[in-house]
C-alpha cells in the first residue's frame, strides 16, 4: 500500500492515482487535479463558449474522476484528462442540439448558449463525423470510440477485444487517418456542389 500525506502536493501524478486507487481518498484526487484545473477549465471555455458553462464543466469532470480514474489504466494522466475533458465539452454540445428550435433561439437571444451559426456549424461536424465514422471498418470504429470516447489506454482495448495492443494501435492511427480523408472529401464536396 501507498502511503502519501494528504498535503504532500510535490508527488508525482502516478503516485498521486496509485494512491487515489488505493484509498479512494478523495483529497488526493483533488490534489492532482488541482494542477490541472487551469488547463481543464481552458478546454472547457474554449468548446463551451461561456464562463459558467466551462466552470461547471470542471466540477463534473472532477465528478467523473472519482469513478474513471479507478476503472482505467492512466499512463499519462495529464493527456487523459485533456482528452477526458475534451470529450466531456463535445458530449455538451451533441446534447444541446436536441433542445427544440424555439427554446434554443430563446437562449441565445438571452445570450447563454452559442450562436446559431456556429451551433450549425457544430451540428454539421457531428453528423459528418457520424457519417465518416461509419465508413471505417469494425475494428477500427470500435478501438477509436473506446480510445477517445471511453478514454481507454491500448492495454485495455487490447483487453477487451481480444486483440494485440500493437493493432489497437494501428487501427487507432489508419482509422484516424481514414476519418481526416473522409471529412476533408466531403467537404470539398459541399464547396464544390
Same mark, same amino acid.
Given at each position: 500500500?501507498?502511503?502519501?500525506?494528504?498535503?504532500?502536493?510535490?508527488?508525482?501524478?502516478?503516485?498521486?492515482?496509485?494512491?487515489?486507487?488505493?484509498?479512494?481518498?478523495?483529497?488526493?484526487?483533488?490534489?492532482?487535479?488541482?494542477?490541472?484545473?487551469? =488547463?481543464?477549465?481552458?478546454?472547457?471555455?474554449?468548446? =463551451?463558449?461561456?464562463?459558467?458553462?466551462?466552470?461547471?464543466?470542471?466540477?463534473?469532470?472532477?465528478?467523473?474522476?472519482?469513478?474513471?480514474?479507478?476503472?482505467?489504466?492512466?499512463?499519462?494522466?495529464?493527456?487523459?484528462?485533456?482528452?477526458?475533458?475534451?470529450?466531456?465539452?463535445?458530449?455538451?454540445?451533441?446534447?444541446?442540439?436536441?433542445?427544440?428550435?424555439?427554446?434554443?433561439?430563446?437562449?441565445?437571444?438571452?445570450?447563454? =448558449?452559442?450562436?446559431?451559426?456556429?451551433?450549425?456549424?457544430?451540428?454539421?461536424?457531428?453528423?459528418?463525423?457520424?457519417?465518416?465514422?461509419?465508413?471505417?471498418?469494425?475494428?477500427?470504429?470500435?478501438?477509436?470510440?473506446?480510445?477517445? =470516447?471511453?478514454?481507454?489506454?491500448?492495454?485495455?482495448?487490447?483487453?477487451?477485444?481480444?486483440?494485440?495492443?500493437?493493432?489497437?494501435?494501428?487501427?487507432?492511427?489508419?482509422?484516424?487517418?481514414?476519418?481526416?480523408?473522409?471529412?476533408?472529401?466531403?467537404?470539398?464536396?459541399?464547396?464544390?456542389?
Amino acid at each position: 500500500m501507498t502511503f502519501l500525506r494528504n498535503t504532500d502536493i510535490e508527488a508525482s501524478d502516478e503516485l498521486l492515482l496509485k494512491t487515489y486507487s488505493e484509498r479512494g481518498d478523495l483529497n488526493v484526487l483533488a490534489t492532482l487535479y488541482q494542477r490541472y484545473m487551469d =488547463l481543464i477549465y481552458g478546454v472547457c471555455l474554449k468548446y =463551451l463558449e461561456n464562463n459558467e458553462d466551462a466552470r461547471d464543466a470542471v466540477l463534473n469532470i472532477f465528478e467523473e474522476l472519482t469513478v474513471k480514474v479507478k476503472k482505467y489504466e492512466i499512463q499519462h494522466f495529464k493527456a487523459w484528462l485533456y482528452q477526458l475533458s475534451k470529450n466531456h465539452c463535445l458530449m455538451i454540445l451533441r446534447k444541446r442540439k436536441s433542445i427544440p428550435v424555439h427554446a434554443e433561439i430563446d437562449l441565445m437571444q438571452s445570450g447563454d =448558449l452559442l450562436h446559431l451559426d456556429y451551433d450549425n456549424r457544430t451540428e454539421q461536424q457531428f453528423n459528418l463525423l457520424q457519417h465518416c465514422m461509419e465508413q471505417l471498418t469494425d475494428h477500427q470504429k470500435n478501438s477509436i470510440r473506446m480510445f477517445y =470516447l471511453e478514454g481507454k489506454c491500448y492495454k485495455n482495448i487490447a483487453d477487451s477485444t481480444g486483440l494485440d495492443a500493437g493493432k489497437i494501435r494501428s487501427f487507432i492511427q489508419n482509422g484516424r487517418r481514414n476519418l481526416k480523408i473522409c471529412m476533408e472529401n466531403k467537404s470539398i464536396e459541399k464547396l464544390t456542389h
